[in-house]
């Protein structure tokens, strides 16, 4: 029997995420600015089924023909004579809506592997218009793709490298150590490993691999961009040759609608952004996106807000490959204003955070804040909240931005009484009405105060340091620094496989550390006893959310698949250590018979005890970070996030409660523009399964079949890496 993990349930959440009135509110030149920077989001984030898995592409290609030949009310009937109940077909609905939402058959959030929930699949497959059309085609697709469709051999359950999963990023034969070997490489040529994929192959006993750069142009250099160094490279006792044109098909079309989005584009900032882009894109340069998004930067208080490249780096197992993201929204005006006070705070703010001023950045860079309504997340998810860009180098000394997705949070937070799990009952009213004011404090500090602060000591390669390193001292020995950066090592690159999760566990640690400020509070509205509420229900849901985490860890490889909640649960084990009663966690049986759990926080101790443990445990996740102290960072972060049955709490059997009750997270609908007598029209589609497949299948309305073909024809180009180097039916 399949464990229901792997299967999305029938009744999973589906909003539609609504934009119309801040998109009414646009002039018709920025409608056309949005318009065809969501294009060039929508293509690019095609690239994320070719990342995910190698069967990704083949099943969305499958669907969209399915779904091209008969909207989901029509294909109904042809499941009704396949013999699928109605259960069935809308488990099939379900399977397909996830494939969209998540681009590909893992899910975005907690990198798991999700299953169609009926066995007659196939038979849907023959008995749709698509096949009795195309029957030969459709016949070939499902071949290359029906056996890994339900395959849940212990490598493909989840994302992982090597023998702990499957990655996209990296050929079947790679494993950790390739990708520290190739990392090596790649700092000896100063390139970010941001827009690559790694194959390896082996030749006369030699290994040699492949880094594939995204970009448009698959030549060799041009003489712009001699820097990228395409070519055969000798490297210890390895052959590394670097190939630009890894999904250039899509980086063309992202390209092409830039240039168009240019036309439009409201500044002069905006306009040398998109070139820069742009430039990026179609040769393959991280540089030219980093000056990007040095204009990006520049671009203060835009109405269309947007960015777009290979961003975050949650999903590469090594941590420094990043997932292709496009996003374009709307300024909410009202709620950025209160962002805006909380910016014009900071510098009041940060002196309060448990570091020595020495470890603080020389300057706060105040960013743009802006609360946002999306038009268009193109990529495996949308988050609640942003802080971008991602490169060390700029966000230390040129800045950043921050943006919290207003639509987001107001369907992605709402909670039932009746599915709000392992809480006392006095406190799931109080978690209700102030989940959301307090989540909304709680990403304003993250995104700004967590991830906006804290210095790297860097020495550069001409042996400048940052810092005085002759007076700066370890607040937590009394000694002198004795470790740093150096060249071309960032924080990606040196903490690499726990480095996401690591710095969201610090900026979720400085939310709940500033939070207890009643200026910070003011600023939000809250004050009073209001404000207490806030605080508690924020500290209340952190604990909670450690717990929730449990679901995300795979015991079997002794794994986490989720940065965020792998960052909450280690949160959880130290408010949890802080002990005197602050955080409770008991096993019980529920009222259904089952196992269940409770957890429980005195909120008379939270701004002694709780404020005390936070304060200690964040200084030290600082002191590692600035001082790149892999080694000690490690060690204090892994063994926090150890799961175990030993000690106060068998972690390992709660895991299996919190499986047992666990709640499928929401997928969002989102609206398509077309252009329609110069004038761009909006469309949106109803919060279900339905209305987001019809959203896909109605979202690349003039060139779909050569997309497919294209996608299909990219799998192809890397389906010998996974035939030859796996053993698993790849």
């Known amino acids: 029997m399949v464990d229901s993990q792997y299967y999305l349930p029938n009744d999973i959440g589906i909003s539609a995420l609504d934009c119309r009135e801040a998109f009414r509110l646009l002039s018709p030149k920025e409608q056309m600015y949005a318009h065809y920077l969501s294009r060039a989001s929508w293509y690019g984030g095609l690239i994320v089924l070719i990342q995910t898995s190698p069967e990704s592409a083949n099943i969305y290609v499958l669907l969209q023909k399915m779904f091209r030949a008969q909207a989901p009310q029509q294909l109904e009937a042809a499941a009704t004579a396949a013999g699928l109940s109605a259960e069935e077909y809308q488990a099939f609905l379900v399977y397909a809506a996830g494939l969209y939402a998540n681009m590909g058959n893992y899910k975005s959030f907690g990198d798991t592997k999700f299953i169609p929930n009926l066995p007659k699949f196939k038979a849907l497959v023959w008995e749709s218009l698509a096949f009795k059309q195309s029957p030969g085609d459709m016949e070939a697709l499902w071949g290359c793709c029906s056996e890994s469709l339900y395959s849940l051999e212990d490598k493909q359950k989840q994302l992982g490298l090597g023998e702990k999963g499957i990655s996209a990023y990296f050929s079947g034969n790679c494993c950790l150590e390739d990708a520290e070997f190739a990392q090596k490489f790649l700092d000896s040529k100063n390139l970010s490993a941001y827009n690559t994929r790694l194959f390896k192959t ?14 448009a142009e698959k030549g060799e250099n041009t003489e712009q961009f001699k820097s990228i160094c395409c070519g055969k490279h000798e490297f210890e006792d390895a052959v590394f040759s670097v190939k630009r044109g890894d999904y250039a098909f899509l980086m063309e079309k992202v390209c092409q609608n830039l240039e168009k989005a240019k036309d439009y584009a409201a500044n002069d900032n905006q306009k040398r952004m998109l070139e820069e882009y742009s430039r990026s894109f179609t040769c393959g340069s991280v540089e030219a996106h980093k000056e990007g998004s040095r204009y990006w930067i520049k671009d203060k208080g835009p109405i269309v807000e947007s960015y777009i490249g290979f961003i975050e780096s949650y999903r590469d197992p090594f ?67 942003i802080n971008i860009p991602n490169y060390d180098d700029i966000r230390q000394t040129e800045g950043f931005k921050n943006v919290s997705l207003g639509n987001v949070l107001a369907v992605a937070y709402a909670t039932q009484k009746d599915k709000l799990t392992f809480l006392e009952e006095n406190d799931k009213d109080l978690y209700i009405k102030w989940k959301g004011p307090s989540f909304e404090v709680q990403v304003g500090l993250h995104e700004l105060l967590g991830h906006g602060s804290g210095k790297l000591f860097v020495q550069d390669d001409k042996g400048k340091f940052n810092f005085d390193q002759t007076a700066v001292r370890n607040p937590e020995t009394g000694e002198l620094i004795s470790s740093w950066y150096k060249g071309s090592e960032t924080w990606d690159s040196k903490f690499s496989t726990i480095a996401s999760s690591y710095e969201e566990c610090r900026a979720e640690c400085v939310g709940l550390y500033l939070c207890l400020n009643k200026e910070v509070l003011r600023i939000f509205g809250n004050e009073g006893g209001d404000a207490e509420e806030v605080v508690y229900v924020n500290w209340l849901n952190m604990v909670r959310a450690g717990l929730l985490g449990l679901e995300f860890y795979t015991p079997e490889s002794k794994s986490w698949r989720q940065a965020h909640m792998q960052a909450r649960f280690v949160i959880l084990r ?21 196992s269940d759990a409770v957890i429980t926080l005195d909120r008379s101790k939270i701004y002694t005890v709780g404020k005390s443990a936070i304060q200690r445990f964040l200084c030290k996740l600082q002191v590692h970070k600035s001082t790149a102290d892999v080694e000690g960072g490690r060690a204090l972060y892994e063994g926090y996030s150890a799961v175990t049955a030993d000690g106060t709490h068998n ?11 666990k709640e499928a997270r929401k997928m969002f609908v989102q609206a398509n523009t077309y252009i329609k007598d110069d004038a761009v029209e909006l469309v949106e589609y109803e919060g279900s399964a339905a209305g987001l497949i019809q959203s896909f299948v109605e979202r690349f309305p003039d060139d779909a079949e050569k997309v497919e073909a294209q996608l299909l024809e990219m799998t192809c180009m890397d389906s010998s890496c996974w035939l030859e180097n796996t053993s698993n039916g790849y």
């Open 651 to 661: 972690f390992l059997r709660l895991r299996e409660t919190v499986l047992l009750r």
């Open 319 to 385: 941590g420094s490959r990043g997932e292709f993201e496009g996003f374009v929204a709307v300024v909410n005006k009202a709620m950025s204003a209160r962002f805006a006070q909380l910016v014009s705070s900071a510098e009041d703010l940060l002196p309060e955070l448990p570091w020595p001023p020495a470890f603080e950045k020389d300057r706060f860079l105040k960013p743009d804040f802006t609360s946002l309504d999306v038009l268009t997340f193109a990529g495996s998810g949308i988050p609640a909240g």
């Open 202 to 215: 082996e030749i006369d006993g030699k290994r040699c691999y492949e880094v594939r750069l995204a970009s």
């Open 574 to 594: 130290v408010l949890l250590e802080a002990g005197e009663g602050l955080v409770g966690l008991k096993e019980c049986m529920g009222a259904d018979g089952r």
